[in-house]
């Protein structure tokens, strides 16, 4: 059921999306973010005032669900909102719902209806565990306590060293007929051999916790994960490349997922990389698991321009420290599932990426528009969430690709200029949820904003 914006317009009917035009958005006073975008679409601030504002979901009733960090630290003061009060006249949520609070980095959540009983649940992943609780149509607030399906890593660094992934992907799709519970948990580390098998990887499970799987290894860090109805019900991962081999390499990825090997394939990383469209082995020595304070050899140089802030003593290319970032090695929660994979000797069974993007992109969320749409039909978007060097200057822009060409275009830009020959973050664009025909929702999670994007010359009816 898709959000209940029942959207009419004309005049949409390009093949190919046209000039772009400026969009200057006031979020606050005095303050406002310049967006360029294809001239038959436009953009409104939807929400704004939320922290470090992630992922949608969008509920069985048919509310939309978007997950809140709070800010970039390993913190406990995450959030999930409900955005409700649709106003037709200001395109904007009226108001918004604390859902739940005092979480461990709420990344994403899915929704799931189990056919036999009717009941609904919705899963949220944090960084140690995850969770699922009973949801009910209107509710405001959980109506029982959440149920643990599965325990996770918990630890991690913080952005500078390369190995912060302690957010956790979860989505839902369709094996044999049966609903599957899939999960993504990032690296603990830039460039290691890991210890764990959940690190940079991806787990399949019921929708009750029983009978997990592995079937997917070697993902860095696959920051969204859909499965895409529209193309058979097709899994797919956004992911990001690591941190070590300079500005242009390696590619960032979007893989097409296996949904039920018989082995899980493994996707690369760390010692196989994507460059020019095709895997290349690196040579890099990789950190020594015996002795946790040893690195890898990268670059003395120190990196002033991140997005983080001033980073004294981090190498511009990236840190190489061991698993898990020299923490104390312990037992691996998920040892039943097997043991995490040995670095790659050779990369002729790498699987293909379904498209690459620019070094150190970031890409983060992802939705497809099917046939039916005019502008936008038959099209992935992609949100790039941006280099974290803003002088790299990829990402900071949302993209646009069909199955057939697979060659990301621009969609909207603005989120990083050049002042005075420095470049300038203005935000940084992270989730996508499709709403209606050639209209979605945009989360930026620099500024705290949810966009609406949307044809012009439309009106909306609403039944929320």
Known sequence: MLLAFFLIFAGTSAAFLPAQVRHTLNYAPGKSITLSLPQSLDINIAASGLRRVRFFAQSPDGRIFVTGMHDIADNTQGSVFILGGWDAQTRTFRRVIRYLDHLRNPN?????????????????????????????????????????????????????????????????????????????????????????????AVVSMDPDGKHPVIIAQGLRNAVDLHAVAALDGALFATNMGDDHLGDRLPEDTFFELDKSPAVPPNYGWPTCYFAYGKPVLDTTPLPSLDDLSKMAPVPADDAADSIYGKQTGVAVAGTNLTAGGGHASGTDPNAALGSAPNALKSCARVPPAYTTFAAHSSPLGFAYFPSTDTVLKNSFLVALHGASHPHIGTGYRVVRFTPADRQPRNLITGFLTIVNGKPVVHGRPCGILRVGPDSFLLTDDYLGLVYFIHPRGYSISESL
Not at 131 to 145: E, F, K, M, T
């Open 108 to 200: 994403n959540l899915a929704f799931w209806t189990d056919p036999a009983t009717r009941q609904s649940w919705l899963y949220l992943p944090l960084t140690g565990k995850l969770v699922r609780y009973r949801y009910n149509a209107g509710d405001n607030a959980p109506s029982s306590p959440p149920e643990t399906l599965m325990r996770f890593p918990d630890y991690g660094l913080s952005y500078k060293y390369g190995g912060w992934h302690l957010t956790r992907t979860v989505a839902v799709a369709q094996v044999n007929g049966a609903a599957r519970i899939f999960v993504a948990a990032g690296s603990s580390c830039n460039y290691c051999q890991e210890r764990e098998v959940m690190r940079a």
